[in-house]
């Protein structure tokens, strides 16, 4: 077994063995909820120090991140910083983090930029739902309208790349469905009309450049 995978494997254990034997001492001793934080804290700071030891040991910084997060979340919901209606927006943003970090580090590790997109997007509706500004057939339109922008931003980076306007078109025209459902076509035709308005003036403007 390598280096690396040894200290994985004590790491692990480590934190195993830790927060059992704080289970343990919680049957007899009463915990506050800052202990917990606490605790949560400084086992995430054993697994960074295991980390800076080797800084090509990029998984131990997984344990470090959930660590970390589980105690920021906590210390936020104690300190009332956070609204419990944003606690999903909170833990899915935490969870994309990771992955366009990956990408910003890296870009040629696109594919990080799915799992990101998909999280913050599903927050996001989380988000408009508990707050009551997303229902009834609004949720579909939603829905349809954010799986097809990444299909427009991939023909809008590779226009030669015509394959992505099939998908982004379909979607765009169930989306376009449900909306016209919603009784809001009064709105989609002022809007469309400033839109090709708004292109037509830009369209002039670009030549004239």
Same mark, same amino acid.
């Given at each position: 077994?390598?280096?690396?995978?040894?200290?994985? #494997?004590?790491?692990?254990? #480590?934190?195993?063995?830790?927060?059992?034997?704080? #289970?343990? !001492?919680?049957?007899?001793?009463?915990?506050?909820?800052?202990?917990?934080?606490?605790?949560?804290?400084?086992?995430?700071?054993?697994?960074?120090?295991?980390?800076?030891?080797?800084?090509?040991?990029?998984?131990?910084?997984?344990?470090?991140?959930?660590?970390?997060?589980?105690?920021?979340?906590?210390?936020?919901?104690?300190?009332?910083?956070?609204?419990?209606? !944003?606690?999903?927006?909170?833990?899915?943003?935490?969870?994309?983090?990771?992955?366009?970090?990956?990408?910003?580090?890296?870009?040629t590790?696109?594919?990080?930029?799915?799992?990101?997109?998909?999280?913050?997007?599903?927050?996001?509706?989380?988000?408009?739902?508990?707050?009551?500004?997303?229902?009834?057939l609004?949720?579909?339109?939603?829905?349809?309208?954010?799986?097809?922008?990444?299909?427009?931003?991939?023909?809008?980076r590779?226009?030669?790349?015509?394959?992505?306007?099939?998908?982004a078109?379909?979607?765009?025209?169930?989306?376009?469905?449900?909306?016209?459902?919603?009784?809001?076509?009064?709105?989609?035709?002022?809007?469309?009309?400033?839109?090709?308005? #708004?292109?037509?003036?830009?369209r002039?403007?670009?030549?004239?450049?």
């Amino acid at each position: 077994m390598n280096t690396q995978q040894t200290k994985q #494997s004590m790491a692990w254990g #480590s934190l195993l063995i830790f927060f059992g034997l704080v #289970s343990l !001492l919680e049957l007899y001793f009463d915990f506050t909820p800052w202990t917990w934080v606490a605790f949560l804290a400084v086992a995430g700071l054993g697994t960074f120090a295991i980390y800076l030891t080797d800084r090509t040991n990029f998984p131990m910084l997984i344990p470090t991140y959930v660590l970390w997060i589980l105690a920021v979340l906590i210390s936020l919901l104690l300190l009332n910083w956070l609204p419990d209606d !944003l606690v999903p927006l909170f833990v899915l943003t935490a969870v994309a983090i990771p992955f366009l970090a990956t990408y910003l580090i890296n870009p040629t590790q696109w594919w990080s930029l799915i799992p990101t997109y998909i999280l913050l997007g599903i927050g996001f509706m989380v988000t408009l739902l508990t707050y009551g500004l997303l229902n009834d057939l609004w949720v579909p339109t939603f829905v349809m309208f954010l799986i097809a922008l990444p299909f427009y931003v991939i023909y809008a980076r590779y226009p030669n790349e015509k394959w992505p306007l099939i998908p982004a078109g379909i979607l765009t025209i169930i989306g376009l469905a449900f909306l016209l459902a919603t009784g809001a076509a009064q709105y989609i035709v002022a809007i469309a009309l400033i839109l090709v308005g #708004s292109w037509l003036l830009w369209r002039e403007h670009a030549v004239r450049v």
